[in-house]
């Protein structure tokens, strides 16, 4: 491969392995809030104990993920000079939006939740886990402005070689954004419930003590994988309506249609399984059931596959161009680099992503198989000991 393929390559990698991460934090994210919220209004102990095993793999996975975002970021200045001197006026704009005004302030919200328990009132408590999760979805958004940009280059013009913004408000209602950003959000709704749905159909199974924890937990991830898997196909198809009007020809390619015929396929087929559990849940049939249990597992990382084929049908149909039309992969490319740097490059990025993966990973199966009875999120400080009996004077 030239030095243009292993770039291409170097950042299709990385770039998916970050998507792992961040799919689930959309997923996830709602999720530990809506049982929060839950627990503040019932004070049921078995919400709390819900929220803080999942809340404990969401900050797992959260943790991990930043490094990985880290990593992402140095490829552009790296690999990618040529875009950020032809459109970094632009492309870069809702990227320092997403650092700024989400992932720092996600950050600190986050950091108030897990440190705040038994320490903030109950009302702000909940509303920290509700601000992370708000503020997760502001930084899905500014992300998705910027890609859609390089997909649709609206609210730019040309000047003296440079793209410069000019309407700032276009790029939020950018035709490439209005679709796909729904359909990424469902993607992650999707593959949060899915998770929660195969760890807890994992319990189940194992025919854990844990049962009431894990048939609610079952409960409220075959529901929201329902939901998120039918936003997901609905705004999945809904963007391939508006492919042809921004971007013609972009199926006709192998690869891309390949991308767009394995989605179909699987994403219908899952769909229709979630859906048909639906009924089960009445009269407690899928948690008696345990020939159900095993197929809920099974499916469980369809939505994990299935948002990677996503990503490929949108990045490889848009080639040769970077920014659509404006500028070619080619030309954006850093001058100078070489096939050996570009592998080394490769080889450290693709090395540190994949071992942050397989770290999150087993951490997280770790946790999930541990149960909710070693969770160290929430749980109250017990290291101040009692203070000494005085000593006795003779």
């Known amino acids: 491969m030239d030095v243009v393929d292993l770039a291409r390559l170097q950042f299709a990698v990385t770039g998916n392995l970050h998507f792992l991460f961040v799919v689930l934090t959309l997923g996830l994210a709602p999720l530990v809030a809506i049982m929060h919220t839950r627990l503040a209004i019932s004070g049921n102990p078995l919400y709390e104990r819900m929220t803080r095993f999942w809340g404990q793999i969401y900050v797992i996975n959260y943790a991990l993920g930043i490094f990985t975002g880290l990593v992402m970021e140095f490829q552009f200045g790296l690999n990618w000079s040529g875009l950020t001197s032809y459109a970094g006026d632009v492309f870069g704009t809702p990227l320092?939006?997403?650092?700024?005004?989400?992932?720092?302030?996600?950050?600190?919200?986050?950091?108030?939740?897990?440190?705040?328990?038994?320490?903030?009132?109950?009302?702000?408590?909940?509303?920290?886990?509700?601000?992370?999760?708000?503020?997760?979805?502001?930084?899905?958004?500014?992300?998705?402005?910027?890609?859609?940009?390089l997909q649709h280059p609206a609210a730019a013009v040309e000047e003296g070689g440079r793209l410069v913004l000019r309407d700032f408000g276009a790029l939020f209602t950018n035709p490439s954004l209005v679709a796909a950003l729904p359909h990424v959000l469902g993607a992650g709704v999707w593959a949060g419930g899915s998770f929660v749905m195969g760890a807890s159909a994992y319990h189940l199974f194992r025919r854990t003590a844990e049962r009431e924890f894990f048939t609610r937990s079952l409960r409220i991830g075959v529901i929201t994988a329902s939901v998120g898997s039918f936003v997901t196909v609905w705004f999945g198809y809904t963007q391939l309506d508006l492919v042809d009007r921004v971007q013609p020809g972009k199926l006709n390619g192998a690869i891309p249609a390949l991308g767009v015929d394995l989605m179909s396929t699987l994403g219908q087929l899952v769909l229709l399984v979630v859906w048909a559990t639906l009924p089960l849940l009445f009269r407690e049939r899928l948690t008696r059931w345990r020939w159900t249990h095993p197929v809920l597992m099974v499916i469980a990382p369809a939505p994990f596959g299935l948002v990677i084929a996503g990503w490929l049908t949108r990045e490889v149909g848009r080639q040769p161009w970077l920014v659509y039309g404006k500028l070619t992969v080619a030309d954006a490319l850093t001058p100078g680099l070489t096939p050996a740097t570009i592998t080394a490059s490769f080889a450290a990025f693709a090395g540190v992503l994949g071992l942050l993966a397989v770290v999150d990973w087993a951490l997280i199966i770790r946790a999930v198989r541990r149960g909710p009875g070693e969770v160290s999120l929430g749980a109250p400080d017990q290291s101040a000991d009692p203070a000494p009996a005085p000593a006795h004077s003779f």
């Open 96 to 149: 320092a939006l997403e650092t700024l005004l989400a992932f720092f302030l996600e950050s600190t919200f986050l950091g108030l939740w897990i440190f705040g328990w038994h320490r903030l009132p109950r009302g702000l408590h909940v509303a920290c886990i509700w601000l992370v999760t708000l503020t997760a979805y502001a930084s899905a958004l500014f992300i998705m402005v910027a890609n859609s940009f």
